[in-house]
């Protein structure tokens, strides 16, 4: 089955880490781009970060950067972000997603079920 | 970054009717990358159309995607009773990509 299974997710304090992981089957990981996107309380859909096919070059959101690392290990297809210095606004149900290209074009056509990060007191 | 506006915040409609709804981006996307995803109570979004009008796979007839520049619009020609959802635009024309705020299609 095509699918995608992420982990990690939980309640944290401010200031604290996550690493969440998602688990990719049924088709070819390394072929494709994968992305991070996060859905906030209120609904709206933040794109967080992206890895191209083969990783080397990644990319994250302003809000990301120096905080958030997306990795990626194709031998065992799983796709990770690491979260630090987590805020009350990063509260969100965080989606794996794959890509349908290879080079980091984030079109969006599996998405994996979504794990709940809450950052709060 | 791009400002994605979609409108209305809430369509309702009878299943049969035809829906048109609008995505407008604050700068033009010179490539026309706008994509549309559905998302339904509890589930993960779904891609619907990728660079404005290429349906993905699986994706009925009924749904189509039109416009350029700074104005796109999704098209559901007559209404199922599954189409009744949440349909977000994105573009990817220009770094960082951006989510518009999403339409709500509910049953009238």
């Not at chain 1, 990644?58 to 210095?85: C, E, P, V, W």
């Not at chain 2, 349906?55 to 189509?64: C, I, Y």
């Not at chain 2, 009773?81 to 705020?101: N, S, V």
């Amino acid at each position: 089955e095509v699918q995608l299974v992420e982990s990690g997710g939980g309640s944290v304090q401010p200031g604290g880490s996550l690493r969440l992981s998602c688990a990719a089957s049924g088709f070819i990981f390394s072929n494709f781009g994968m992305s991070w996107v996060r859905q906030l309380p209120g609904g709206g859909l933040q794109w967080v970060s992206g890895i191209p096919s083969r990783g080397g070059d990644t990319y994250h959101a302003d809000f990301a950067k120096g905080r958030f690392t997306i990795s990626r290990d194709n031998t065992n297809s799983m796709l990770y972000l690491q979260m630090t210095s987590l805020r009350a606004e990063d509260t969100a149900l965080y989606y794996c997603a794959k890509e349908i290209t290879s080079r980091g074009t984030p079109v969006l056509d599996l998405w994996g079920q979504g794990s709940l990060v809450t950052v709060s007191s | 970054e791009v400002v994605l506006a979609q409108s209305p915040g809430t369509l309702s409609l009878s299943p049969g009717e035809r829906a048109t709804l609008s995505c407008r981006a604050s700068q033009s996307l010179r490539n026309n990358y706008l994509v549309w995803y559905q998302q339904k109570p509890g589930q993960a979004p779904r891609l619907l159309i990728y660079d404005t009008s290429n349906r993905a796979t699986g994706v009925p007839d009924r749904f189509s995607g039109s416009g350029s520049g700074s104005d796109f619009t999704l098209t559901i020609s007559r209404l199922e009773p599954e189409d009744f959802a949440i349909y977000y635009c994105q573009q990817y024309d220009k770094t960082p990509t951006t989510f518009g705020q999403g339409t709500k299609v509910d049953i009238k």
